[in-house]
């Protein structure tokens, strides 16, 4: 049972489903004309396929003469409602905990973000994705319940927590992607190696479907004549790039493109070019691999005898988060590691699961051969910032918590209550 009240007072009583067809400034409901905006209560509510908490309110669209279906809902409520839909609820709990602070910190520091529309946040990508009750699930519930209140700090502020799929190995800093020095959105490398179905991806371009992108952004050059790389940021990802066609010439960013062309055709800004236009031998890749920018890939690592000792499980996994999260125990850590060594200690046996990562090589486009088309070889998926879920899973099965896990993609931060 429920009742749908109109500006005025008017209230109608529900049972069951009700069909609701739109008027001028209002809605038609069984017979009766209700005024913008209509709140619903009752129990057990659902609009459509959705179910949801709280209450609902029928207001105004500012474009044509449709509504908006807003869901008036308690904090901890809409956490829920988007635990299951970001992220895998079968994850490990400490990482559904990590997932479950950044959902909610991004809530509240982005309150009124659509204000002018009616509500304070959308159910789309463009905020959280959302879908109320059936978002939920039990492990996901209980890890919204077990930090219950808990935000990412920065300072005496509420932090900014991006996160995304898969970084490909490393993170990438916010001033590389959107612009403008957040100091604890930095490039960071995955502390742990990992694969994922995104941990590489190939998709294949046309001239034309560029052509039409660039367009649509308001860039348009013609035909495409090459496409150049100009500067990569530390992870590898494309920071600007020419492309050159029959009209002139645009710069963007890696970013720009992504979103021209699509998040799920190009999934992620780290990928090199080669087509008519070879990258410049200038680009700035600042990791310890050696690669052939014309795309063939020769990849060299740098020898780090403290890598060797972390895979050979000379370190606890707390040894391993302090040598992460502070640098300049490295050498500290080096000669404790040559000092087990010489004495025949190992601790492989209580964590065999101590292996770092090291980076992997920079993915390739290449122009197919006697076509008009760009084959894309990329890696990871999403812009990269903040937190990578495959990366937080992973660090969650080698031990760490949901704390260790949030300090390391937002370092400088604290937890708080709200």
Request: hydrophobic share 35%; with cysteine; net charge positive.
């Amino acid at each position: 049972m429920g009742s749908m009240t109109d500006s005025s007072g008017i209230s109608v009583p529900l049972s069951g489903r009700t069909s609701v067809s739109v008027g001028d400034g209002g809605v038609w409901v069984q017979g009766r004309f209700l005024s913008f905006p209509v709140k619903i209560y009752g129990d057990n509510l659902s609009f459509g396929p959705i179910g949801y908490r709280g209450s609902i309110e029928l207001i105004p669209s500012r474009v044509g003469r449709g509504f908006n279906v807003v869901n008036v809902v308690e904090l901890e409520d809409y956490v829920r409602g988007i635990m299951k839909v970001e992220a895998n609820p079968e994850w490990p709990m400490e990482f559904l905990k990590a997932q479950a602070v950044v959902a909610r910190t991004y809530a509240l520091r982005n309150l009124g973000r659509h204000m002018s529309d009616g509500f304070d946040i959308c159910s789309s990508l463009h905020c959280q994705v959302y879908r109320g009750r059936n978002g939920e699930s039990p492990r996901s519930d209980q890890a919204v319940f077990n930090t219950s209140g808990v935000v990412l700090m920065y300072g005496s502020s509420l932090a900014i927590t991006p996160f995304h799929s898969d970084s490909g190995g490393i993170t990438a800093a916010a001033s590389d992607v959107w612009g403008g020095r957040v100091p604890y959105l930095l490039s960071r490398p995955e502390p742990f190696q990992y694969r994922s179905p995104y941990s590489s991806w190939k998709t294949v371009l046309s001239s034309s479907q560029i052509e039409s992108a660039l367009k649509r952004i308001n860039r348009w050059v013609g035909n495409i004549i090459g496409i150049r790389v100009v500067t990569r940021d530390k992870g590898g990802r494309i920071t600007a790039m020419d492309i050159k066609g029959s009209a002139g010439t645009v710069r963007l960013s890696g970013h720009a493109f992504r979103m021209a062309l699509g998040t799920s055709v190009v999934r992620s800004t780290n990928f090199t070019i080669n087509g008519k236009m070879d990258t410049p031998d200038n680009s700035t890749v600042d990791r310890p691999i050696e690669a052939d920018v014309k795309g063939k890939t020769d990849v060299s690592y740098e020898t780090d005898p403290l890598v060797e000792m972390v895979e050979d499980g000379l370190f606890s996994k707390d040894e391993v988060f302090d040598m992460i999260m502070n640098p300049s125990k490295r050498e500290m850590y080096k000669k404790m590691g040559e000092a087990r060594t010489q004495g025949g200690t190992s601790r492989k046996g209580n964590d065999d699961d101590n292996r770092t990562a090291v980076a992997t090589s920079s993915p390739t486009i290449r122009r197919a051969s006697g076509s008009n088309s760009w084959v894309l070889e990329g890696q990871g998926w999403g812009h990269g910032v903040g937190m990578s879920q495959w990366g937080a899973k992973t660090m969650a099965e080698y031990g760490w918590n949901f704390e260790q896990i949030l300090m390391y993609y937002f370092p400088g931060t604290h937890l708080g209550r709200r």
